[in-house]
């Protein structure tokens, strides 16, 4: 739900730029054609560019040994793997209830939008259709006519084609079929259907539709032609019959459509205007994208290999929420993010999974053992259920049976410590979980929140957070490979 409301913000100012840059430059100039192509370019820019990210990592020297706080443990019970559990969470969250209310508009829209492309095809079932090269003529008796939808010219038959005014009325309807132009429409309805929060789509849409008015007038009148383009007016009333979809002739308004007929053809810059869109798209590109992160170069003294396991996978899914969200898809996902951010710190590893497999136990044990690696990190997700109350949402294990007790708790205590700076608080725990007691390396586990806490959940599906919770466990790593303490 972050995300998206991030996606719709960067949208929402991207789309507000583009606009205002049509307004201080293109808008009213007879640049038809090519403010036609800037407005949809300018739209899907808007949803593309907030989906890149450019980042650009500054990285600030730092002390690399740190005074590691030893944390007491808690004794966890007996030998046990790590627990699967299911039950119930409310799903009745303010998260969720702005989610259906946005979800509600989005239904509303798009049925609003479904009935006049539905009654347009029962009109033409109805009607008397007769088929041109390009085009089908439908014949009907609707005020608003004459209108086109598609390769679809709705003509009123009270109107005589084969005077000047009915044949310049068919050339300018004949340019919304020939251009595509519903195809615009269209697009722009699909936009404002999903995107219907972002008020500058709404505006697009009605420059998009004045454009194509100005396009066609200009194929079907000459040049200061604005007598017959008034005689043109008075074969119809205005009406307003399908205002999103259709091209009606008479819907636009008429006063802009009159300047602009009338306006000079030489529009001063126009070269210019066209040019400088480019730097606007980079900039906005730029501004929408662009990221600039300070991480504190903490990196081991020596090249350091370690062992990152994904808890569970394959057939074996670990805990899961209401969502649909897999403790094993979570695990994965850190641990992929580890592996990404961890050359940066000097560090090497080996995953025990690197897909939706499942290693068995003995075996994620014999990879440890056999690596020969510094320290093995198990990465998991808690299920904090009723009756659970001795579960924290964040914890570290170690293992008693480890050979390596004391480095473990070092290790875990290491990167408690640097989880703190983040507002998170790990106990650490004591349990006989296999993967810890069986390995040979001093040897953790992270529950890594409570996967049916939505907040801690969005937190790790945030890019931001949850590189800095990553970015801390590998500093809490380097923190112990470098410590002073370490024997």
């Given at each position: 739900?972050?995300?998206?409301?991030?996606?719709?913000s960067?949208?929402?100012?991207?789309?507000?730029?583009?606009?205002?840059?049509?307004?201080?430059?293109?808008?009213?100039?007879?640049?038809?054609?090519?403010?036609?192509?800037?407005?949809?370019?300018?739209?899907?820019?808007?949803?593309?560019?907030?989906?890149?990210?450019i980042?650009?990592?500054?990285?600030?020297?730092?002390?690399?040994?740190?005074?590691?706080?030893?944390?007491?443990?808690?004794?966890g019970?007996?030998?046990?793997?790590?627990?699967?559990?299911?039950?119930?969470?409310?799903?009745f969250?303010?998260?969720?209830?702005?989610?259906?209310?946005?979800?509600?508009?989005?239904?509303?829209?798009?049925?609003?939008?479904?009935?006049?492309?539905?009654?347009?095809?029962?009109?033409?079932?109805?009607?008397?259709?007769?088929?041109?090269?390009?085009?089908?003529?439908?014949?009907?008796?609707?005020?608003?006519?004459?209108?086109?939808?598609?390769?679809?010219?709705?003509?009123?038959?009270?109107?005589?084609?084969?005077?000047?005014?009915?044949?310049?009325?068919?050339?300018?309807?004949?340019?919304?079929?020939?251009?595509?132009?519903?195809?615009?429409?269209?697009?722009?309805?699909?936009?404002?259907?999903?995107?219907w929060?972002?008020?500058f789509?709404?505006?697009?849409?009605?420059e998009?539709?004045?454009?194509?008015?100005?396009?066609?007038?200009?194929?079907?009148?000459?040049?200061?032609?604005?007598?017959?383009f008034?005689?043109?007016?008075?074969?119809?009333?205005?009406?307003?019959?399908?205002?999103?979809?259709?091209?009606?002739?008479?819907?636009?308004?008429?006063?802009?459509?009159?300047?602009?007929?009338?306006?000079?053809?030489?529009?001063?810059?126009?070269?210019?205007?066209?040019?400088?869109?480019?730097?606007?798209?980079?900039?906005?590109?730029?501004?929408?994208?662009?990221?600039?992160?300070?991480?504190?170069?903490?990196?081991?003294?020596?090249?350091?290999?370690?062992?990152?396991?994904?808890?569970?996978?394959?057939?074996?899914?670990?805990?899961?929420?209401?969502?649909g969200?897999?403790?094993?898809?979570?695990?994965?996902?850190?641990?992929?993010?580890?592996?990404?951010?961890?050359?940066e710190?000097?560090?090497?590893?080996?995953?025990?999974?690197?897909?939706?497999?499942?290693?068995?136990?003995?075996?994620?044990?014999?990879?440890?053992?056999?690596?020969?690696?510094?320290?093995?990190?198990?990465?998991?997700?808690?299920?904090?259920?009723?009756?659970?109350?001795?579960?924290?949402?964040?914890?570290?294990?170690?293992?008693?049976?480890?050979?390596?007790?004391?480095?473990?708790?070092?290790?875990?205590?290491?990167?408690?410590?640097?989880?703190?700076?983040?507002?998170?608080?790990?106990?650490i725990?004591?349990?006989?979980?296999h993967?810890?007691?069986?390995n040979?390396?001093?040897?953790?586990?992270?529950e890594?929140?409570?996967?049916?806490?939505p907040?801690?959940m969005?937190?790790?599906?945030?890019?931001?957070?949850?590189?800095?919770?990553?970015?801390?466990?590998?500093?809490?790593?380097?923190?112990?490979?470098?410590?002073?303490?370490?024997?």
């Amino acid at each position: 739900m972050n995300a998206y409301i991030l996606f719709l913000s960067k949208a929402i100012l991207s789309s507000g730029l583009f606009y205002l840059w049509y307004l201080l430059v293109l808008k009213n100039q007879k640049m038809h054609v090519f403010n036609r192509h800037f407005l949809r370019a300018a739209v899907v820019a808007s949803l593309l560019l907030p989906t890149t990210n450019i980042s650009y990592n500054l990285v600030t020297k730092s002390q690399n040994l740190v005074a590691i706080k030893m944390l007491q443990v808690i004794s966890g019970g007996e030998e046990a793997d790590v627990v699967v559990s299911s039950g119930t969470q409310s799903w009745f969250t303010m998260e969720h209830v702005l989610f259906s209310l946005y979800a509600f508009v989005i239904g509303i829209l798009l049925v609003w939008s479904i009935i006049p492309i539905v009654r347009l095809f029962k009109i033409k079932s109805g009607s008397r259709v007769s088929k041109y090269p390009g085009y089908n003529l439908i014949h009907v008796n609707i005020p608003s006519a004459p209108f086109s939808f598609l390769n679809n010219l709705y003509w009123n038959e009270s109107t005589d084609p084969e005077t000047d005014p009915g044949k310049q009325m068919m050339v300018h309807e004949l340019c919304h079929i020939k251009q595509k132009h519903s195809y615009d429409n269209l697009l722009m309805q699909l936009v404002l259907v999903v995107f219907w929060i972002n008020p500058f789509y709404w505006l697009m849409r009605k420059e998009l539709t004045m454009v194509h008015e100005f396009i066609a007038d200009e194929a079907a009148i000459a040049p200061n032609d604005t007598d017959t383009f008034a005689r043109m007016l008075l074969h119809a009333r205005y009406a307003n019959l399908f205002p999103t979809i259709a091209h009606s002739f008479f819907h636009s308004p008429i006063k802009r459509r009159l300047t602009m007929l009338t306006k000079s053809p030489n529009t001063s810059f126009a070269g210019l205007r066209r040019i400088l869109a480019l730097p606007l798209y980079l900039g906005i590109a730029t501004l929408c994208s662009f990221k600039i992160t300070n991480t504190p170069q903490t990196r081991a003294t020596e090249r350091t290999l370690i062992v990152l396991d994904a808890g569970h996978g394959g057939k074996d899914n670990g805990a899961y929420n209401n969502d649909g969200l897999l403790e094993k898809n979570v695990a994965m996902q850190i641990t992929n993010n580890l592996n990404r951010l961890a050359k940066e710190y000097n560090i090497d590893v080996v995953l025990t999974r690197d897909g939706d497999n499942y290693p068995t136990l003995a075996e994620r044990v014999k990879m440890a053992n056999e690596a020969h690696a510094a320290l093995f990190v198990s990465i998991h997700t808690n299920s904090k259920l009723p009756g659970r109350d001795s579960v924290s949402d964040y914890e570290i294990y170690v293992s008693k049976g480890n050979k390596q007790l004391p480095q473990s708790l070092l290790l875990g205590s290491a990167i408690a410590g640097r989880l703190a700076t983040q507002g998170l608080t790990l106990p650490i725990k004591e349990k006989r979980i296999h993967v810890l007691n069986e390995n040979d390396n001093p040897a953790v586990l992270i529950e890594c929140g409570d996967i049916r806490n939505p907040s801690q959940m969005a937190m790790l599906k945030d890019p931001a957070k949850s590189e800095q919770y990553c970015r801390n466990i590998l500093s809490g790593i380097v923190d112990f490979v470098n410590s002073k303490d370490k024997k």
